[in-house]
């Protein structure tokens, strides 16, 4: 990732993502953010009105046709970064599209030292004793915090 250079966090981090016109909502401080594809919804509810920036990142920040998840949001003032997976997919596949973007940019964002989050809300959950083995992957890369990786059948809502 090249290019834009985004100034937020009252002037102590540069986020490059400019470069990618209609990919990028914000900084702003909505009390709702929410992102939807194909009937599948995450919700942010942001009560403390902190800055965050909404990403288009399938078919948009990564335009290739590698695994990827849909969508992120960045919550400047936490230094968080949630990766969204929406589509209609399986566990197994939104787990796989969630690794594949988290191990992408946790490597080239490496100096921004944000925290990851990955988020997918699927057609349908299985129950926890079937999870797939790119759940426990994703799990594993997340350092087994449960609360880093949340899975629900068509909608998730959570404050952030």
């Keep these: 990732m090249t290019g834009w250079w985004l100034l ?3 002037n102590e981090q540069l986020h490059p993502f400019t470069d990618y ?12 953010i929410v992102l939807e594809e194909k009937g599948k919804e995450y919700r ?11 990403l288009q990142i399938d ?11 849909d969508k992120g949001l960045i919550v400047i ?7 969204v997976e929406l589509k209609g997919v399986d566990v197994s596949t939104a787990c796989k599209q969630l690794f594949s ?5 946790s490597k080239e964002l490496k100096s921004w030292n ?5 988020r997918a809300v699927v057609a349908n959950m299985p129950s926890p004793n079937n999870y797939p083995t790119s759940y426990r992957i994703l799990m594993k890369a997340l350092k087994n915090n449960k609360n880093k990786l949340v899975c629900k059948s068509k909608k998730l809502e959570e404050h952030i």
């Design 8 to 10: 937020m966090n009252n």
């Design 21 to 32: 016109p209609g990919c990028v909502t914000g900084p702003d401080k909505r009390k709702i």
């Design 44 to 54: 942010a509810l942001n009560n403390n009105e902190k800055n965050c920036v909404a």
């Design 59 to 69: 078919k948009g920040i990564i335009k290739n046709d590698s695994s990827k998840c």
């Design 77 to 83: 003032d936490d230094k968080k970064f949630y990766l």
């Design 101 to 105: 973007t988290y191990d992408k940019f």
């Design 114 to 118: 944000y925290e990851y989050f990955c």
